[in-house]
């Protein structure tokens, strides 16, 4: 059974950043692509980045693109978000999820495994 933990959230200023961790345990890590998610007050559940089981670019939302990064560090069996230029509107709890295969993916039904979630505030 795959255990995901994220840490990192908190309360930041408009404009400023934060980096989310993701550690993984129970499972191959390496072999599995990984998500970021985030969810609002009242709204569903997002995609926001998604990286492939050897790293690299990655894929992201419309609406982070050029202010997020994704990255992993296989080694060390974590996930990563850095988050820069944040805005009121990136508001929401956001989760990491393990991908069925070691594509990226999109969709939150192609992620298996999640875990509970850290929260971000960005204050105006």
């Known amino acids: 059974q795959v255990q995901l933990v994220e840490s990192g959230g908190g309360l930041v200023q408009a404009g400023g950043s934060l980096r989310l961790s993701c550690a993984a345990s129970?499972?191959?890590?390496?072999?599995?692509?990984m998500g970021w998610f985030r969810q609002a007050p009242g709204k569903e559940r997002e995609f926001v980045a998604g990286?492939?089981?050897?790293?690299?670019?990655?894929s992201y939302a419309n609406s982070v693109k050029g202010r997020f990064t994704i990255s992993r560090d296989n080694a060390k069996n974590t996930l990563y978000l850095q988050m820069n230029s944040l805005k009121p509107e990136d508001t929401a709890v956001y989760f990491c999820?393990?991908?069925?295969?070691?594509?990226?993916?999109?969709?939150?039904?192609?992620?298996?495994?999640w875990g509970q979630g850290t929260q971000v505030t960005v204050s105006s």
């Open positions: 999820a393990t991908g069925k295969d070691g594509w990226i993916r999109i969709r939150i039904y192609d992620y298996v495994y």
């Open positions: 129970g499972g191959t890590f390496s072999s599995y692509a």
């Open positions: 990286i492939g089981w050897r790293g690299g670019s990655g």
